[in-house]
């Protein structure tokens, strides 16, 4: 019977560096789910939840370093682990692609975290300035100036929608789309007599954190129409990287698609001519 010999890299030892990395950025990984658990659920405050998401990015960041160095240390001793070096890079970029597109955001855009349409008499929040609450959340008061200046510099489009429909038909159109994006209302209020203002509040989350961002909607007459301003402000940081602006942009366009689908308002027919009486 013939001898079977074990084949040659069968006879290499396991980098340890390499076996360290992909250990190092599975533990990255399950650190990062758990920390965004905790931020959108609310299990902790945010800011303590985030250093535990900050430092699910330092270890991925450590398991790149041990990565490299097994891949010099299996370049030279011919050990085996290229396959576990691959494994752990490939969790490490996808845990740091987001967090580094963040950080490109954070130094390209403005610090602000209050978007509106009407820098001079934003959207006031009412039922929600009540819900901004605890340590570090940001105040429901407008931020000023500096921010409105900031914004019109970097989104001059960011304007007043004004619509040739009725307050009560644009409130309705802009109810409905919020409600299409399954933000959580808590105030809604019709136009009334004798000014016709509509108000509407509302809660939205980012997409990956789940950070809470609060959004007031004003509806008013204008002329024949109507005008509507948009607020969309952050909770927490100064800097809310984009997510405001794009956030009142896509409503921005929502509602003006949605009104140019919507059936013009009906004018009240004309009084017929009274017959003379002879």
Known sequence: MARRFPAPYQME?????????????????IATLASIGIVRFGFLEVRPAMATFFAALGIAGFSILLAFAGFVAIWQSGAR???????????DALILAYPVYLAVQYHRLPPIHDITTDSIDPPKFETLARLRVGSGTNTAVYAGLYSAEQQRETWPDIETVQLDLPPQRAYDIVLQIITKQKWR?????APQPPRFEGKIEAVARTLIMGFREDVAVRVLPDADGSRIDLRSSSRHFESDLGSNAARITKLIKAINDAADVAPAPKKPAAPAPKKNSK
Do not use: C, K
């Open 185 to 189: 209302i808590v105030d809604a209020r």
């Open 13 to 29: 030892s396991m980098s340890a560096l390499a076996l360290w990395a992909r250990r190092l950025a599975v533990f990255a990984a």
């Open 81 to 91: 682990g290229l396959g576990a070096i691959f494994v752990a890079l490939l969790i």
